[in-house]
């Protein structure tokens, strides 16, 4: 019985249909009022909320506060751009990769890393992700800071021409589909139940009998593993590939996504990287200085709305 | 590697780590007393540097300028943490990342509304030569002028700590805060006092650095996080930790600049020597911050118990 | 009311803020063919923003002095700030291509930051006109007709240093660079023309600070001559600890004409004084555009202009000269590309013409920092120009004609 979260949104699928039927309208409309630019924003709002969602399974459901998630971001990019670069574009084996070295990436760091706790769990993600982050600048042979250019994208057969920007925006749909109606299953499921359980209080957990360190980790690697595919995703939107994805204030700007949107709620990743990104989008079209404008909403969510958007959408719980 | 060159080296690591101690010093007994992870504490080595670099200009003197810098920067960071900073005290870790992470949002800006995104900053002529150390060695007396600042702040903030009774309840406070405050330390003003000597502190290197570096929206980013490695590895809540992990950190990177990129060489074209060797370094300080969590989390010189 | 009810209601509510937003973006219009549009990006922040201020500012200029037009026809240029950022300058140039439909792209500093960018240019069949970066892959393989240079290729200030340090007599010298693709274009091209040996070829992180470990480096080797290529922030600050670290008094130091321009002069001062460099254009050249360039830029701004400026300023003449050529007809690609390559406008640096690559064929002189007639540090021409009609060595290897 979980105690802190308000139960997830996603029961609700009138909420959903809509906001399914308004995405898949949403390029038309943009090609109607010649306005392709805003497919790729969208495009791009979809990737983040992917990666912002992975980042939500750790933090929300897990309890896990990783300071150094954008590290699988990049690591997914770079494992499809790469290749890519050297002439293999095949999307199924590309994408797969991704996942696998984002994954296995996870099991190390996570192995590790959760062998710690509280500040220091924070501290060691962090460590981790900047190693990463040298390593990428470090192999100029692949750009280094300079970055890759990637001069094709994905090649998934089936004539889909993902250069075509209606194209991608309805495969980034898809996989943002796929990954939160998968993220409901796996908050339900006894797996779901159990980690729950384990943010709540893992000594209890732990003398229930769930073998807490394993779930942990399997936890950190299903959400590395997500994070690459955002990754994957993220280097076809744009073309281009630099150590900067891994960054600590790209960790940053994922974790303020989830805190924007609702840490662990189902809708809490696309509701925050919606919520940031159209922010962005509509901010710096009025003033250079938007990022002031975002640091007092985000403090004020911080310190008066922490649950996020989501939280001030769903109904308030009483506490039992 | 000829002497003379290991002597200028190892001078240059000095310098940089005396600075970097200067703001893990402070972030270090923040972290440690408060139990705060404050990211905001780059922003105050960014408007320290700004304010002085405003004054230097202002009254055209750089030494009045620095001196007038350091303690505005220090009430400034008081009237921050009396206000805001106080509330997240009590609140988990994540919620103190991304309050303080707002808060470098909003100090970048509002730097960049006041003074633009960048200011220039000269070092004073007087300082602008070299001075000759030994023969065939010269060193820029602006650097020595760095490094004798921050030995004699080193010192002081030792005495302070270890010696006044101003100390106690600090190294009391990083012990053990719920013992402190029963035994009737008013821990308010101490937080207070302790967070305006970090930010003056910071305020410090900022102003020295700026000539060296540029004073520029951001520039307290990369620094920060070098300042949590070298925390981390010294020992939270300690400042002699601080001054180790500093001066590691600090010989590490100039390695990493100069010996690694020559071992590089012998095998790898220039452009990928060149790129490999600082990036194997900052990958070296990182494994060491990630070995001593493992091992050793309370770090190398553990305040607490 | 039941959950469900309310969270419906809620749930419209939130569509309805979203089509809202929408309005407030104000989605473009449809596009106008009676005017030039071109989109500016360039790093407008930071310590090395002194060039995409000079770039701007004489871009800027030349639309004035024509009336705000450029071609005969009303100009709009949308300037941003790529923040030294090669990820911010690739979506600002896919805002202005995608959202904003601009004719021509120009103004980017930094070949880092350029070569990220321009394949949204190239996808999009917009032409790039560079006012600055041109690196060696776009002058040779990867040449793009939609790329034009009207800058020089990047390699060619420091063939010219090289070909001079020869001259000199050098026989042994260091060399420093940024590590990126400029910086690897410029050692080569000294590499190319200088005949002594190389002591040792330093490339240090592009953005990059604080020398005190390089310079350790430089004392201990006991160069002949010094060769670096730092501009903006990079030499200003290493120009400035040279001198403090004592080393001005035993190193001859060489720089192309990025090192030693009015950006790093202004705040360096005289120590810069009788610094030798490189460049396909100095205040001091004789022709009636030039002076007139030069004043007008002083008139303006209060401030002499840089060769990053004038480059700003003969960018925009060119695209000037061929919206003129075109009368119009902005739509048709091919005819713009003809009209670039066959543009007839006076650039501020004497003769102009493009290479079969659209890199630019020109003069390179030695330059010299001393004071001019009012006492201010300037670059005056030395002597007969080091090179002429000078190409670039990676011409053959283009597929265009």
Redesign the interface.
Known sequence: MTMAAPRPLALNTFAAGLALALAIAFPFAMQALQAEFYISVASRIGIYAIAATSLNLLLGYGGLVSFGHAAFFGIGAYCVGVPIAEGFANGWLGFALAMAVAGAAALAIGAISLRTRGVYFIMITLAFAQMLYYLANSIKAYGGDEGLNITSRSDFGFGLDLKDDTTFYFVVLVVLAAVLTGLRRLVSSRFGRAIQAIRDDDVRAESIGYPTFRFKLLLFVIAGAIGGLAGALMVNQQNYVNPSLLYWTQSGTLMIMVILGGVGTVWGGLIGAAALLILEETLSAYTVHWQFYVGWILLLVVLFAPRGLAGLMARRRPLP | MSGLLLIEQSLNGLQFGLMLFLLAAGLTLVFGIMDMINLAHGSMYMVGAFVAAWLVELTGSFVIGVILAVPLTGLFGMAMESTLLRTLYARDHLSQVLATFALILILNESVRMIWGSDLPMSAPAALAGPVELMPGLSYPAYRLLIIAVGLLLALALYVLVARTRIGALVRAGASNREMAMTMGVNIARLFTAVFGVGAALCAVAGALLGPLFAVQVGMGESILILAFVVIVIGGIGSVRGALVGSLLVGMVDTLGRTVMPHLFREFLPPQMASAAGPAVASVIVYLLMAVVLFVKPEGLFPARG | MS??H???L???T??CA?AG??G???????QAADKVKVGFVSTL???S?GLGVDIRDGFLLATKLSGGKLGGLPAEVIVS?DQF???VG?QLF??NI??DKVDFMTGVVFS?IM??SV?EAF?SKTFYISPNAAPSNLAGKECNPFFFAVSWPNDAYHEAAGAHATRKGYKNAYLLAP???AG?DSLAGFKRHFKGKIGA??????GQ??Y???L??I??AKPEVLYVFLPG?MGI?FI??F????LSKDTTLLVPGFGSDQDIIR?VGDSMLGLFDAAHWALDLDNAANKKFVAEFEKEYKRLPSLFASQGYDAALLIDAAVRDLKGRLDDKDAVRKALRTAKFASVRGDFKFNSNHYPIQNYYLRVVGKDGQGRLVNKTLGEPIFRNHGDAYVQDCSMK
């Open positions: 959950v469900r309310s969270f419906r809620r749930s419209l939130a569509a979203a937003l929408a407030l973006w104000g989605l473009a219009p449809a922040s930071g310590p923003a700030d950022k090669p990820d690739k896919e805002k995608k959202r880092n070569l990220a394949p996808s590590n990126y693709q690897k070829e330093v490339y240090t992180k592009l600070l604080d005190s470990a390089e350790a480096e004392r201990a922030g600050n400035k600890q001198v403090g670290a004592g705040p």
